[in-house]
């Protein structure tokens, strides 16, 4: 079995910056696919960004140029840099590690989510 945790979601004003962890435990997370998803009230659960276990990295539309994921194999760890954060940012941001490609939320380990909220 593999643990996700995530870190370093909190409260931030629109334009601003914040970086999510991802720590895994108990397996390796460079042999697996990664990525993160978040959930919004009232809004579909949608994939944010992805790394394959070998190619290059993908990104939702809403994202792009704005958000960047990378993987530290040494560190066992996966972030996301969010930059420019928008309202329509906030959310619970979950980390994924699964076998297949592309991702399902629902196929893979999964963490326990950090929450995002970008104020106006």
């Known amino acids: 079995q593999m643990q996700l945790e995530e870190s370093g979601g909190g409260l931030v004003q629109a334009g601003g910056s914040l970086r999510l962890s991802c720590t895994a435990s108990?397996?390796?997370?460079?042999?697996?696919?990664v990525g993160w998803f978040r959930q919004a009230p009232g809004k579909e659960r949608e994939f944010v960004a992805g790394i394959p276990y070998i190619g290059d990295t993908y990104y939702a539309d809403s994202v792009k140029g704005r958000f960047t994921i990378s993987r530290d194999d040494a560190e066992n760890t996966l972030y996301l840099q969010m930059s420019n954060l928008k309202t329509e940012d906030t959310g619970a941001y979950f980390c994924?590690?699964?076998?297949?490609?592309?991702?399902?939320?629902?196929?893979?380990?999964r963490g326990q989510g950090t929450q995002v909220t970008v104020s106006s």
């Open positions: 994924m590690a699964s076998s297949r490609w592309p991702i399902y939320f629902d196929f893979g380990f």
């Open positions: 108990g397996r390796t997370l460079s042999v697996y696919n």
